[in-house]
């Protein structure tokens, strides 16, 4: 007879340091980014450009997170 457990649809194993790996560089990125811009070019622009700043560089941060976790998610649905 045939197992059951062979009828499952097997889903792909995923090596998630890589993952994890992204993330954790982006994030520390953005932070020394965000660290430097504050300390040594803020004070050129004016407190909406320096805020216009910190949200684009919030939107890469988490495009950056959605293109790398996204897939992972979907395949784990499955």
């Not at 792909?12 to 560089?25: D, G, R, W, Y």
């Amino acid at each position: 007879m045939s197992d059951p457990e062979d009828k499952k649809p097997q889903i792909p194993k995923f090596n998630i340091l890589p993952k994890i790996a992204i993330s954790v560089t982006a994030s520390i990125g953005w932070l020394i980014f965000l660290i430097v811009w504050l300390y040594f070019i803020a004070e050129n622009f004016s407190v909406y450009q320096n805020l216009a700043v910190f949200l684009l560089s919030v939107l890469i941060l988490g495009i950056i997170n959605s293109v790398t976790w996204i897939p992972f998610g979907i395949m784990r649905k499955k």
